[in-house]
């Protein structure tokens, strides 16, 4: 047995892991998003070092952003010139 645990995307934002074990599958709560994605994918070390847990629907690399996530975006950049 290896010892493991789970968190979150939303938790594991900032965090550096020597591997992961990512579970790209639409959870039952919801969909993902490129954010989503873009978290889970990046907390590893390096690509060597990145499992998928099952098959995952490709098309989820092409969609876009939410428009909600898109003008946020355009609101802190906004925010950014202005300071």
Known sequence: MTSAYAFTDYRSQGQT???VIVDIA????????????YVAL????????IRLLREFD???FLCSHTPEL???DDRLAV???ET
């Open 42 to 49: 990046s907390r590893s070390s390096g690509r060597q070092t």
């Open 70 to 72: 898109l003008a946020e």
């Open 79 to 81: 925010l950014d010139k």
């Open 17 to 19: 892991l020597p591997y």
């Open 58 to 60: 490709n098309a989820i």
């Open 26 to 37: 639409k959870p039952p709560s919801g969909g993902l998003n490129l954010f989503n994605l």
